[in-house]
């Protein structure tokens, strides 16, 4: 099981920026894809972007590329979310877990994934 603690959420301007904060406990990470998730009120949770263990390839879903990108710290133990000109549609609970990329702007939690507190970004004039 792969377990996180999620950081760095907030209120911010739509055209604002965020950068969270993934960070695995102990070896957590090793070895897997971690990816960010996303669930809006009256949404299901959603995968906007994965990283592989490397961190040399990304998968993202149509609605961030662009303007998030993620980066992974192996010696941190830590996975960063940078978002760009948010929207107000970006406004959700974000959650990191381990990830899968099963196809083409399809990112799915891979069978290892837990699901932590998760931090709220809210993006709002």
């Known amino acids: 099981q792969v377990q996180a603690v999620e950081s760095g959420g907030g209120f911010v301007e739509p055209g604002g920026s965020l950068r969270l904060s993934c960070t695995g406990s102990?070896?957590?990470?090793?070895?897997?894809?971690i990816g960010w998730f996303r669930q809006s009120a009256g949404r299901e949770r959603e995968g906007i972007s994965c990283?592989?263990?490397?961190?040399?390839?990304?998968w993202y879903v149509d609605s961030v590329k662009g303007r998030f990108t993620t980066s992974r710290d192996k010696a941190a133990n830590t996975v960063y979310l940078q978002m760009n000109s948010l929207k107000t549609e970006d406004t959700a609970m974000y959650y990191c877990?381990?990830?899968?990329?099963?196809?083409?702007?399809?990112?799915?939690?891979?069978?290892?994934?837990?699901w932590g507190q998760g931090t709220q970004v809210t993006v709002s004039s």
């Open positions: 877990a381990a990830c899968v990329s099963v196809a083409p702007g399809v990112i799915l939690p891979s069978s290892v994934a837990q």
């Open positions: 102990g070896s957590a990470f090793d070895g897997y894809a």
């Open positions: 990283i592989s263990w490397s961190g040399d390839t990304a």
